[in-house]
């Protein structure tokens, strides 16, 4: 296509485009929005955004957002620097029994799970992953095929 | 035609609205059309267009004494169906590349259908019926840019930007997506010349 053809074929396409009017909304948008507006407009103020809250309880949650955060590097700081921080860490650890044997039976299993894989030999391990790989691959080639397939047929071009 | 920044439509005749129902019913036609033209499904325009008169509301202070309320208006209908269709645009985009038409390709020459006297009898609603039809079957990556190209005069960089692709892409589909649309309008016993008198 030449460019005469181009600039030709652009401006009768913008005449044509340009022309349509608006399409007709549906009867039931303005309701719809009339609505939703009506149902913002009744929840209440803690159920809507931040931006929307009364000015004083805004300034009163980040005033106690404010001092909540530095009560709590205050603490950290007194807790680490105190004798009591070592006695805290024992009773800390007795009360949390459980996570040490939680983490001995994970370790138990792992060293099992590593066992047994070891004792696999290589090709079939290597072929076995391989072969999930390629299974993997088909599924996604099948799938972007036949969306292709689909689309070219709705294309018109 | 485009050489200037884009300035977004703005519909003419449409003063400044005081009460928000009126506002939104000289309005709701243009946002409609707007977002049905870009995403081509009625059901999520209509979604878009309560989106976009929701969020009109909260400005409503602003828009009701403001002139360019229209384009205002326009501006966010196109960015909301852009939004939308980038959403699922990205869940496809591995599979609507795969494989896809080379770029660069010289466009196949379109031959347009000699003038004649077919539309003759055939009112202005039923003109718009077979174009409005014409531009639907385009796919997205040719309608899209065709329409914020033909409708809302946004220049080809501009569109390359919000799209996400390059120039010369954008480029390539405009002009596709002219010759594909005057390809289904000659199919359709249509042509150019006719429908532009």
Known sequence: MNTNDKNELEARVHRTLRSLPNRRAPSGLEARVLAELTRRAALPWWRKSFAHWPSAFRFTFLALSVAAAALLVYGAITVGNSQGAHALSGGLSSGFGWFTLARDIVLAARDRVASLVASVPRVWLYGGAAVIAVSYAAIGALGAATYRALSVERSPS | ?197
């Not at chain 2, 300035?7 to 129902?21: A, H, K, M, Y």
């Not at chain 2, 966010?76 to 990205?90: D, F």
């Not at chain 2, 799209?163 to 390539?172: D, E, I, N, P």
């Open chain 2, 1 to 197: 035609m485009n050489d200037e920044t884009k300035v977004q439509n703005e519909p003419s005749g449409l003063g400044p609205t005081d009460d928000f129902t009126t506002f939104m019913r000289k309005y709701q036609d243009m946002v409609f059309t707007t977002s049905a033209r870009l995403v081509r499904n009625d059901a999520q325009a209509e979604d878009i267009s309560q989106e976009v008169f929701i969020k009109a509301h909260e400005h409503f202070e602003m828009l009701s004494k403001s002139p360019s309320a229209g384009g205002w208006l326009k501006t966010v209908a196109t960015n909301l169906s852009l939004n939308h269709l980038q959403r699922y645009r990205k869940r496809w985009k591995f599979f609507s590349e795969f494989g896809s038409d080379t770029d660069g390709e010289e466009s196949p020459a379109v031959e347009f259908a000699a003038p004649d006297t077919f539309f003759a009898d055939v009112d202005s609603d039923e003109r718009r019926a077979w174009v409005e039809e014409a531009l639907s079957k385009l796919p997205d990556h040719q309608r899209v840019p065709l329409v914020l190209y033909h409708f809302d005069d946004i220049p080809y960089d501009e569109i390359a930007r919000r799209l996400g692709v390059s120039l010369a892409k954008v480029k390539t589909d405009i002009l596709r997506a002219r010759a594909a649309l005057a390809k289904i309008l000659s199919r359709g016993g249509a042509s150019l010349e006719a429908l532009t008198g």
